[in-house]
């Protein structure tokens, strides 16, 4: 069993801290945006963004051992995000279809697509080497994340 992040009642701290780290310059504000994730969450491994382009989803800025380079939509659990476009949240990576390896010690995953004018422009994807790590809760704070992000767009 693993610790929850922060009690609800200093979220809005973490958000605050968050916000002032941006600055609208979008490659800056992702690396940023990673480098405050992997700062502040615990046991994760990896993360970062794919962002869309000419269909696939491309390596973005990223906290973690080297990545795949291009994901096609559908594949992985990436792909899968950017595709239903909702979040999905993963408990056993070795049990999802189509699961991309690209760090063997993941074991589970949150994906969050980032969608801007109704347009999907990539995804923010998180991994822990600790099954069933992540839960509705920690999938809420990586949606806020991306949506305070995405006002700096």
């Given at each position: ?134 839960t509705e809760s ?15 767009k």
């Amino acid at each position: 069993m693993y610790i929850k992040l922060l009690p609800k009642s200093q979220d809005a701290s973490l958000f605050q801290q968050y916000e002032a780290l941006l600055t609208g310059k979008w490659i800056t504000d992702l690396s940023n945006t990673s480098a405050f994730l992997m700062d502040v969450f615990p046991d994760i491994n990896w993360v970062g963004f794919y962002l869309m382009e000419e269909g696939k989803l491309f390596l973005g800025p990223f906290q973690g051992k080297p990545a795949c380079t291009e994901i096609t939509l559908n594949r992985g659990v990436c792909g899968h995000a950017a595709t239903t476009q909702k979040t999905v949240v993963v408990e056993d990576v070795h049990a999802f279809p189509g699961h991309i390896t690209c760090d063997p010690r993941s074991r589970s995953e949150v994906v969050v697509p980032m969608l801007s004018k109704g347009q999907l422009i990539g995804v923010l994807d998180v991994d822990s080497a600790t099954p069933n790590r992540f839960t509705e809760s920690d999938a809420q704070f990586f949606e806020k994340i991306v949506t305070i992000l995405l006002t700096q767009k």
